[in-house]
């Protein structure tokens, strides 16, 4: 299948600052690209919808400006995670879309964020 | 968000049993897949379903599209130590959410030598 890559794999900050986590689609483009986020022993809850060239959609309850997203390429999403607390500490999975169907739908290996 | 309804919520098998698993909706979906995750990695793609009905196959894994569109069940014959790890199901729906996967709740699977 098609290779999803996330970078870093694991990021320790402190709170209060900010942790960006980049998402990248290694050999297709994709224009629809998702994050999720997932609780220790927990299922994957979608946060975004990130579209490239246009604003991401966010999920009810997800709020924009502590998570923003951009989507400036057709191989490049990030996710950035703003004045992180460490409620924020949680395994943040993307994924990109590179057909119509869902099965077509590619996952990265996930970033563990663990805000001190 | 919803969540598909995932059962068992975790086994603990001999190696070289069957498995069985399934999800459950209140809401019917057009797709419906079925991924593991190993500790600390993204999910990965099993099986991909798309017409109700539809029965399809992975090597030892076999998972079927419920008639009603609002369950799907997902078996695993002769399990083998690597099976070990957590089992999603996910769906996609009709309208409204658009392409996005809503995710079940996750079945462990712990296999036993």
């Known amino acids: 299948g098609a290779v999803v890559s996330q970078h870093p794999s694991w990021v320790i900050c402190k709170s209060g600052t900010s942790v960006k986590i980049e998402c990248r689609s290694l050999?297709?483009?994709?224009?629809?690209m998702f994050w999720y986020r997932q609780f220790p022993k927990q299922s994957l809850m979608l946060m975004a919808t990130?579209?490239?060239?246009?604003?991401?959609?966010?999920e009810q309850g997800v709020e924009k400006d502590k998570f923003l997203i951009n989507h400036a390429s057709l191989t490049l999403s990030t996710l950035t995670v703003t004045s992180a607390h460490p409620e924020d500490s949680s395994f943040y999975i993307c994924?990109?879309?590179?057909?119509?169907?869902?099965?077509?739908?590619?996952f990265g290996e996930g970033s563990r964020l663990t805000v001190l | 968000g919803q969540q598909l309804n995932q059962s068992p919520q975790s086994m603990f098998i001999q190696e070289g049993e069957d498995v069985s698993m399934n999800c459950t909706s209140s809401?019917?979906?057009?797709?419906w897949l079925w991924y593991k995750q190993d500790p600390g990695e993204g999910p990965v793609l099993l099986i991909a379903?798309?017409?109700?009905?539809e029965l399809t196959s992975n090597g030892r894994l076999t998972a079927q599209f419920g008639t009603t569109r609002k369950d799907s069940f997902l078996n695993i014959s002769a399990s083998i130590p690597s099976d070990v790890g957590i089992y999603f199901c996910?769906?996609?729906?009709?309208?409204?959410?658009?392409?996005?996967?809503?995710f079940g709740t996750g079945t462990q699977l712990k296999v036993e030598l």
């Open positions: 050999d297709f483009q994709a224009t629809t």
């Open positions: 990130s579209n490239e060239g246009s604003k991401a959609t966010y």
């Open positions: 996910a769906g996609q729906g009709f309208t409204g959410g658009g392409n996005k996967l809503t």
């Open positions: 379903l798309y017409k109700a009905g």
């Open positions: 809401s019917i979906f057009n797709t």
């Open positions: 994924s990109a879309r590179q057909g119509w169907n869902a099965g077509e739908l590619f």
